[in-house]
């Protein structure tokens, strides 16, 4: 399973790659909910509403999630570093890349 999470990208191309795409926070915890382990979940901090891509990482973290690689992808430096932070106390043994304009 990959999840793209981004609420104004086009997913045309990152769809060729296999993702599954959605747009909000509530449509990526609703994949996780079914799907315990993912390979890639690639994240945009900003998803249009109060909820953000940190908050994802916190559900991962809360329902032990099983997940390979997490990418971000957002220009939300602040957010970015917000969830960077989180991803080393908590995913420390999981790939992680950050590649802002990437699909």
Do not use: A, W
Not at 4 to 20: A, C, I, M, P, W
Not at 25 to 51: A, R
Not at 72 to 85: A, F, P, Q
């Amino acid at each position: 399973m990959k999840i793209f999470v981004d609420d104004k990208r086009d997913f045309s191309e990152v769809q060729l790659y296999g993702y599954n795409c959605v747009r909000t926070y509530k449509q990526c915890i609703t994949l996780l909910s079914v799907f315990k382990n993912v390979d890639v979940i690639n994240l945009d901090y900003d998803l249009g509403g109060i909820e953000t891509g940190l908050d994802i990482l916190f559900y991962m973290k809360q329902n032990n999630i099983k997940i390979k690689k997490i990418y971000i992808h957002s220009t939300h430096l602040e957010g970015v570093r917000e969830m960077e932070k989180f991803i080393k106390r908590n995913f420390n043994k999981v790939e992680y890349t950050y590649c802002p304009y990437c699909n």
